[in-house]
């Protein structure tokens, strides 16, 4: 239980590190959870109907998760 605990502490250190780049674009990122190696993140604001969201998602968050949080696998976007 510690390592999940722990792996859902760097990635929302990661999160909170990603936030502010989105938030000065308008948009914004929410952390929904972390499931064996799956990260799941909600978008809002300008991040949630922008056409570049998905590239934006796998391009910069997981490509920045992936490095600094080595159990992620992926990351996912949910609806609301």
Known sequence: MAEVTD???????????????LQADGGDIELVGVDSGVV???????????????ATLKMFVERRLKAKVPEVERVESVAF
């Open 40 to 54: 799941k993140v909600r978008l809002r604001g300008a991040c949630a109907c922008c056409p570049g969201a998905q």
């Open 7 to 21: 792996v859902n502490q760097k990635v929302g250190a990661v999160i909170g590190e990603i936030r502010p780049m």
